[in-house]
């Protein structure tokens, strides 16, 4: 197989990866202080995640270690290397905001941060490269093509932009509530802390995603129900990475289509050229790894690398 292949694959499979490995040893070692308050702020820190927003120094070591060094926390809020900047994810910090919790400023700052990394440069980017549902989701994915539930299937009809309907929802219900709507019942944060701290009943809110893309629809979930996904679709609708189409080069074989979880991002292949405008684009690769024709590149600013022919 060749490396142009599968290039955009292993990056993600790296990033994704890597990311958990960083949170299960940046918190495995300060679970390992035999610090007993520090035990018991774990056990608040991942059943309630108001919790972790009210006061995120509260999971800070009291003796780091070069693990807890890199980082601490999980997806919704962390510290990074020794606290120099805090990454946060910006729905968790609305729907807090909106159930009128309190918000320390570093997660406040760590809110920003990612609205301005990913509403400026990246784009989707997290749901490709960062998000562990990516991997449950991808594997069922991968079933459904093997088995041949695809083809086989009757088309079970949702909208795409079910998601967006969803991700206001929560919203209106973390105010009405006074709760965090949807972290009561991610399974991204679920899957995560699962991982990291060790999995509960959490184990089985995953089991539904991966059960709802292999069985009911494909790219089901990612591509229907994820508030989180439509959020950062929404915040990188002007983002500067692109991908960019060159009509001069695509035989119009459609297998980018094909291999897409948001098709209909790639509605101008074959007939325009230019960048893909729409937000929902992952930024994930697959579609530049399918075309044999180079007809599709990442662009970044509309530079792209010379197209061959
Ligand atoms: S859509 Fe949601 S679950 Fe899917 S990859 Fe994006 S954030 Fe994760
Ligand atoms: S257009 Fe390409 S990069 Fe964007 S989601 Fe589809 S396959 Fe991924």
Sequence with gaps: MKF????YLLLRRICQVSILVLFILGNYSIATLKN????QEVGIFGGNIESLM??????????????SH???GNLSHSSWFGGIFSLTDPLSVMQIFLAGGGLALDVLLGALLVAA???IFLGRVYCAFVCPINLVTDFANFLRDKLGFNTAQRKLFISRSTRFVILGLGLLLSALFGVAAFELISPISMLHRGVVFGMGFGIFAVLAVFCFDLF????????HICPLGAMYSLLGKFALLRVKHTLSNCTKCMECVRVC????VLKPVGKQDGILK??????????????????LHFSILHFTQKEKK
Excluded at 4 to 7: E, F, P, S, V
Excluded at 36 to 39: A, D, L, R, S
Excluded at 261 to 264: L, M, S
Aim: a neutral charge; charged letters at 25%.
């Design 4 to 7: 142009a292949k599968i290039k």
């Design 36 to 39: 007993v308050q520090y035990k």
């Design 54 to 67: 009210g006061d995120s120094s509260s999971v800070l070591a009291k003796e780091p270690s070069i693990f």
């Design 70 to 72: 890199i980082v601490q």
């Design 117 to 119: 990394i990913y509403g």
């Design 216 to 223: 009911v629809l494909k790219n089901g979930f990612c591509g």
């Design 261 to 264: 979880p948001e098709p209909e």
């Design 278 to 295: 729409t937000m929902t684009c992952l930024r994930c690769g697959r579609c530049i790894e399918a075309c044999d024709d180079n007809a």
